[in-house]
């Protein structure tokens, strides 16, 4: 087959952050009809490369090819122009917009068309989603949409703007499995049309099962470029980590002892309904469900984030009530949140802040003084543990890697060695390495007696670790299983269940 000219080419790419090196020496082809994905441990650079290519960084060295002629980006809005979108991890649609506003916001304004007419926004709009076949309407407002349904706006509005090629930074990193099938349709109805994508991900099935070819990062170099046809997950893993795939998750016998955490009959209306738990001490229950079926939610009542309306906490046998996060911490709870963002991180803090502000109790002397020398004893075993990959611990939180930032909120609850452990989607976005790491000290724990509630959207990560499983479905508690009983459809067929009553109820 001949060579065609790539659609685009980043050849040489080197960056640099206060003249620390990110990237070194990168050649990067992105090819009509073709996916191509970018895979690497946390911190290896990958979203820095496609931040160049889309105009959010300009590469301290090296250059960017479009067609074959240079180009050099002054914006991701100049990129956009030239028809490369970036579709990031966490969607930036505008949550008080419709679809048709946000897919047309920032170019209504064509050439010699001064008037907004939304007669023809809603019109395109429609074809634009009828073309990505997917359920939504133009005039249907974003704000409580889910994260894989705010991703097809974004992706719908990379189309209006007739985007050539499309970058996706991690997008299944907080969808549900039926999501990622949909998503992946979505790729290929694109990949036929000819558009050009670029795939970043930390689950190599998927990276297997969606790519044509795959590139290999390394601490910022390219080690390794291939068909995807022609490589194994094996092969992958040695690339990424260089060494080779062992079996990540060994699940450890421990002896299981009381009630710990029951939770009766919690309802918070129109959110979850009558959700009935418990979990042992030494015992690691999963939570497993759709993305949206209520889990995070119990979480936040159990935390005093969200308290519930009715129903009953207790630990240890004793009633509880738990208003804030600061009394279900003095009770002993601890959680690990799913949106680090949000809720996890104080963002331009330094690394060592964020690990112990959960903890400054227990390093304050009792004068109140931080003690220093404590506090930083225990930030270096957790920053080597994990692995966390950065320049030193007083940097921000925001400059790492969002797998480095992941690691940074799991250190945080690690310190504060709380006894029950609630840990919300613990390894989403972090690469396989500090996977197996995060799976050794879930054990580790379970070992020391803590009662982990573990929720968690990927399947492999429940059917490895957990001693039993409650599936949730819109909000209600479906099934429950224990290890022998577990299985994926068994799993799969609980987390769909109420949808199939209410079915068969209207026919
Ligand atoms: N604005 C910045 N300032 C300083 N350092 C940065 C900045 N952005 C990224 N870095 C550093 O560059 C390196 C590569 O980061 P990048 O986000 O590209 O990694 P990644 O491969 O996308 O990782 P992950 O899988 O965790 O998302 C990291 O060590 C990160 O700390
Ligand atoms: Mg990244």
Redesign the pocket.
Known sequence: MAEQTPCVSAKGISKS??G?F?LRDVDFDIREGEVHALV??????????V?IISGVYTPTEGQLYLEGEPANFKSPHAARESGIALIHQEPLTFQDLNVAENLFLGHTRGKGKPVINWKEIYKKSNEVLEELNVRMRAKDPVRDMTVADQQMVEIACALSQNAKVIIF??PTAALSYGEVQTLFETIRRLKAQGKAMVF?G?RLEEILEISDTVTV?RD?RKVGEALTKDVTQDQLVQMMVGRSYQELVVKEKVPIGDVRLEIKDLTLPGVFHDVSLNVRKGEIVGMAGLVGAGRSEVASAVFGVAPAKKGQIFIDGKEVSIKNPRQAMQLGVAMVSEDRARTGLVLPFAIDFNMSFAVLAKICSKLGFVNTKKESEMVNTYVDELNV???DKE?AV????????QKVVIAKWLMTEGDILILDEPTR???VGAKAEVYRLINELARRGKAILMISSELPEILQLADRVYVMCEGRVTGELNREEMDSERIMTAASTVKKEKEASVA
């Open positions: 952050f206060s620390v990110v690497g441990e946390n911190g290896a650079g990958k979203s820095t490369l931040k930074d991690e970043i930390h990062l910022g990959k950065m320049r940097q925001q400059e790492l890697s969002g797998g480095n930032q976005g972090i690469d």
